[in-house]
């Protein structure tokens, strides 16, 4: 009797311990709001539910984001038809994506919400949420006047920036006061700026347009060299520049410019800011012959002007939609040394040949050492800038003389080198009675050759001598001259070029 009493005792005891390893809710009749959705005009609902196998350690966390889903798929947005067309056509989003990017929105502002009640069985975990409308409208109205007093402060800011001529700082605050709206966007928010009633996207909108147009980017070289297997040997520039009120071009400083190589794998990607004089440099590290022929570009990187925070679908869009300032550089690599020292010095840059010769009378141009020149550079892959339509030839003599003396002749653009190729003499004559001419002609004096860089005399050579004597007169004789010249400087300045 006492072995029965035992047994029946430890029994119900292992039945006990078996019913209280699982929550009294298994086995609970379903509640009702699971198996019919609840109704309630005062009230956004939201249920969410999640299978417990396929998510064994947060199946809690994906059903309550589940019921936010749900709940704000029922809080409604009226998009009008010209705000979402003016949208698609700036953003590039489909109508699709911007619903649900509202949507989303509006999910991610949701406050104020309570849990109703919740429910599960072996399978799967259930949870109720509820939000006040009346609440929740009170709060997004709170909100939505906060997000328009932000953006409207931060946009003052930026008119006030534009009106200095200060583009990029403007830039920053336009970039700010999109930002304190975007969760907003679907509002189609309007504020009094300056005593007109403006919608704020739209005139932000315009803001960052008119500013990215102000600015300019460009390369100090379209055309880089570099010799295989060795690093860069001159720094990739470009210089930012500002348009003013007044239409005149000033530099600007802290432009955040992203240099892009992406057919590299160890460097495909870099950031660097103008300086005071509006440049950025970007030193490339060894170049080879993968590198020749590929172009790299430089843009403006709105992600650095663009504040901190968590941006949105609008705001990215946007960010990949508008037209930002770029330019490019294409590599050229060589594998003689030789020809890589002289395209280094003249491809892709802007190159001046100034040539004039006086002999005893005003002086003229020098045609032939001017074309030597010339073509020469050009081969190099030099571009030749001309000088301007009246040319004071004795200016060129006198400036010869003194190299370091300021240059003001007129070109017809910016140049990046100002070769000179000065002759000072006299012509002197002969007769002879084998000449069909009856003289020969010779041109004996100074030769100087001087080149300008970034305002400063980079390379100068002096010398004097006489030429041989001509028959064909005056224009072979400074011909023949030339060639000489021409190939005495060529020695001397690559001389200069190894240094």
């Given at each position: 009797?006492?072995?029965r009493?035992?047994?029946q005792?430890?029994?119900?005891?292992a039945?006990?311990?078996?019913?209280s390893?699982?929550?009294?809710?298994?086995w609970?009749?379903k509640?009702?709001w699971?198996?019919?959705?609840?109704?309630?005009s005062?009230f956004?609902?939201?249920i969410?539910?999640?299978?417990?196998?396929?998510h064994?350690?947060?199946?809690?966390?994906?059903?309550?984001?589940?019921?936010?889903?749900d709940l704000?798929?029922e809080?409604?947005?009226?998009?009008?038809?010209?705000?979402?067309?003016?949208?698609?056509?700036?953003?590039?989003?489909?109508?699709?994506?911007?619903?649900?990017?509202?949507?989303?929105?509006?999910?991610?502002?949701l406050?104020?919400?309570e849990?109703?009640?919740?429910?599960?069985?072996?399978?799967?975990?259930?949870?109720?949420?509820?939000?006040?409308k009346?609440?929740y409208?009170?709060l997004?109205?709170?909100?939505?006047?906060?997000?328009?007093a932000?953006s409207?402060?931060?946009?003052?800011k930026?008119l006030?920036e534009?009106e200095?001529?200060?583009s990029?700082?403007?830039?920053?605050?336009?970039?700010e006061?999109?930002s304190r709206i975007q969760?907003?966007?679907?509002?189609n928010?309007t504020?009094?700026?300056?005593?007109?009633?403006?919608?704020?996207?739209?005139?932000?909108?315009?803001?960052?347009?008119?500013?990215?147009a102000?600015?300019?980017?460009?390369?100090?070289?379209?055309?880089?060299?570099?010799?295989?297997?060795?690093?860069?040997?001159?720094p990739?520039?470009?210089?930012?520049?500002?348009?003013?009120?007044?239409?005149?071009q000033?530099?600007?400083s802290?432009?955040?410019?992203?240099?892009a190589?992406?057919?590299r794998?160890n460097?495909?990607?870099?950031?660097?800011?103008?300086?005071?004089?509006?440049?950025?440099?970007y030193?490339?590290?060894?170049?080879?012959?993968?590198?020749h022929?590929?172009?790299i570009?430089a843009r403006v990187?709105?992600?650095?002007?663009?504040?901190?925070v968590?941006?949105g679908?609008?705001?990215n869009?946007?960010?990949?939609?508008?037209?930002?300032?770029?330019?490019?550089m294409?590599?050229?690599?060589y594998?003689?040394?030789?020809?890589?020292?002289?395209?280094?010095?003249?491809?892709?840059?802007?190159?001046?040949?100034l040539?004039?010769?006086?002999?005893?009378q005003p002086?003229?141009p020098?045609?032939k050492?001017?074309d030597?020149?010339t073509?020469?550079?050009?081969?190099?892959?030099?571009i030749?800038?001309?000088?301007?339509?009246?040319?004071?030839?004795?200016?060129?003599i006198?400036?010869?003389q003194?190299?370091g003396?300021?240059?003001?002749?007129?070109?017809s653009?910016?140049?990046d080198?100002?070769?000179?190729?000065?002759?000072?003499?006299?012509?002197?004559?002969?007769?002879?009675?084998?000449?069909?001419?009856g003289e020969?002609?010779?041109?004996?004096?100074?030769?100087?050759?001087?080149?300008?860089?970034?305002?400063?005399?980079?390379?100068q050579?002096?010398?004097k001598?006489?030429?041989?004597?001509?028959?064909?007169?005056e224009?072979?004789?400074m011909?023949?001259?030339?060639?000489?010249v021409?190939k005495r400087?060529?020695?001397?300045y690559y001389?200069?070029?190894?240094?």
């Amino acid at each position: 009797m006492l072995r029965r009493i035992i047994g029946q005792s430890l029994m119900a005891a292992a039945l006990i311990v078996l019913f209280s390893a699982f929550p009294h809710t298994v086995w609970a009749k379903k509640a009702e709001w699971v198996a019919h959705r609840p109704v309630d005009s005062g009230f956004y609902i939201g249920i969410g539910s999640c299978l417990k196998k396929d998510h064994k350690d947060d199946f809690r966390l994906v059903a309550e984001n589940e019921a936010l889903f749900d709940l704000s798929s029922e809080i409604s947005v009226d998009i009008s038809g010209t705000f979402m067309e003016k949208t698609i056509e700036r953003t590039g989003l489909s109508e699709q994506d911007i619903r649900m990017e509202i949507q989303a929105t509006s999910r991610a502002r949701l406050t104020g919400h309570e849990m109703v009640a919740e429910w599960e069985d072996r399978k799967t975990y259930w949870i109720y949420f509820r939000l006040s409308k009346g609440k929740y409208e009170l709060l997004q109205r709170k909100e939505r006047e906060r997000a328009r007093a932000a953006s409207l402060d931060m946009l003052q800011k930026a008119l006030q920036e534009r009106e200095k001529g200060q583009s990029i700082s403007a830039l920053r605050f336009y970039f700010e006061a999109l930002s304190r709206i975007q969760h907003f966007i679907g509002d189609n928010l309007t504020a009094d700026l300056n005593g007109k009633e403006v919608f704020l996207y739209n005139e932000i909108y315009g803001g960052i347009q008119r500013s990215l147009a102000d600015t300019n980017l460009s390369a100090h070289r379209t055309q880089v060299p570099g010799l295989d297997g060795q690093p860069l040997a001159d720094p990739l520039m470009v210089r930012g520049m500002q348009k003013q009120r007044d239409g005149s071009q000033s530099a600007v400083s802290g432009l955040p410019v992203l240099y892009a190589a992406p057919w590299r794998e160890n460097d495909p990607y870099y950031i660097v800011d103008t300086d005071e004089n509006g440049v950025a440099r970007y030193t490339l590290p060894m170049v080879t012959m993968a590198d020749h022929g590929q172009a790299i570009k430089a843009r403006v990187d709105l992600g650095r002007l663009a504040p901190q925070v968590k941006s949105g679908a609008f705001f990215n869009a946007i960010l990949e939609k508008v037209n930002v300032p770029q330019t490019s550089m294409r590599l050229s690599i060589y594998i003689d040394e030789i020809t890589y020292k002289w395209r280094r010095e003249f491809e892709g840059r802007k190159v001046a040949v100034l040539a004039a010769y006086a002999a005893g009378q005003p002086a003229v141009p020098w045609n032939k050492i001017h074309d030597e020149m010339t073509n020469f550079i050009q081969e190099m892959g030099g571009i030749p800038v001309q000088a301007g339509n009246i040319i004071d030839f004795d200016k060129i003599i006198r400036f010869s003389q003194n190299p370091g003396a300021p240059w003001d002749l007129p070109m017809s653009e910016a140049v990046d080198l100002v070769f000179v190729m000065a002759a000072r003499g006299k012509l002197s004559t002969r007769e002879n009675a084998e000449n069909p001419f009856g003289e020969d002609v010779r041109f004996a004096g100074e030769i100087r050759t001087v080149t300008q860089k970034d305002g400063n005399a980079s390379f100068q050579d002096r010398y004097k001598g006489a030429g041989g004597w001509n028959p064909m007169g005056e224009e072979m004789a400074m011909d023949v001259l030339a060639l000489h010249v021409f190939k005495r400087w060529k020695a001397k300045y690559y001389q200069n070029l190894g240094q």
